[in-house]
T-cell receptor
Framework: GAGVSQSPSNKVTEKGKDVELRCDPI?????LYWYRQRLGQGLEFLIY????????KSGLPSDRFSAERTGESVSTLTIQRTQQEDSAVYLC?????????????FGSGTRLTVV | GNSVTQMEGPVTLSEEAFLTINCTYT??????LFWYVQYPGEGLQLLLK?????DKGSNKGFEATYRKETTSFHLEKGSVQVSDSAVYFC?????????????FGKGTKLSVKP
């Protein structure tokens, strides 16, 4: 597609439930990133995928968080047993390759509210 | 480690005023520096970037110069418009090994009044 698409745009869930967030990157973009933006905070890096290489999971805050991506297609971020501190906007970005010379295109995000 | 510090907002200006949003960074090596903008209801967009010291990034009337001696990348615009109202994020990338991720500041909200 023309841009990075994320769904759902808004999600309200009860504490303890699992949620799954989806990201459709731009076709042909090998690099895909997930970030989290909590209220009043900057963007926190969560996880990075590059083609078929092992993902960089160094930013995942706990083992309740996981993400998958098959090849260069859709990615899903799963949060198990959600907690109130998980409430945030989750942003996905993609780029042709990793590195400062390639533009990163961000989606509009999924606003997650845990009640 | 790598980090970005930018001035806290919100910043409120009248139309045609001069804008400066300060950004300083801490990084090893020679990072690339970026400004991203997030308009209401939209995703982040790259505004400008600079990949080496003394480079000046510019776009849409905004400018920022990569100052290695002061580890700064301040965003400036000579005459802001109402349509510039948005949240601005300073970011760096230290490319190499596993460091090729964007690291963001907390963002500065700009409101421009007519």
């Amino acid at each position: 597609g023309a841009g990075v698409s994320q769904s759902p745009s808004n999600k309200v869930t009860e504490k303890g439930k699992d949620v799954e967030l989806r990201c459709d990157p731009i076709s042909g973009h090998t690099a895909l990133y997930w970030y989290r933006q909590r209220l009043g905070q900057g963007l926190e890096f969560l996880i990075y995928f590059q083609g078929n290489s092992a993902p960089d999971k160094s930013g995942l805050p706990s083992d309740r968080f996981s993400a998958e991506r098959t090849g260069e297609s859709v990615s899903t971020l799963t949060i198990q047993r959600t907690q109130q501190e998980d409430s945030a906007v989750y942003l996905c970005a993609s780029s042709l390759e990793r590195g400062p010379y390639y533009g990163y295109t961000f989606g509009s995000g999924t606003r997650l509210t845990v009640v | 480690g790598n980090s970005v510090t930018q001035m806290e907002g919100p910043v409120t200006l009248s139309e045609e005023a001069f804008l400066t949003i300060n950004c300083t960074y801490t990084a090893t090596g020679y990072p690339s520096l970026f400004w991203y903008v997030q308009y209401p209801g939209e995703g982040l967009q790259l505004l400008l970037k600079a990949t080496k010291a003394d480079d000046k990034g510019s776009n849409k009337g905004f400018e920022a110069t990569y100052r290695k001696e002061t580890t700064s990348f301040h965003l400036e615009k000579g005459s802001v418009q109402v349509s510039d109202s948005a949240v601005y994020f300073c970011a760096l990338m230290n490319y190499g090994g596993s460091q090729g991720n964007l690291i963001f500041g907390k963002g500065t909200k700009l409101s421009v009044k007519p």
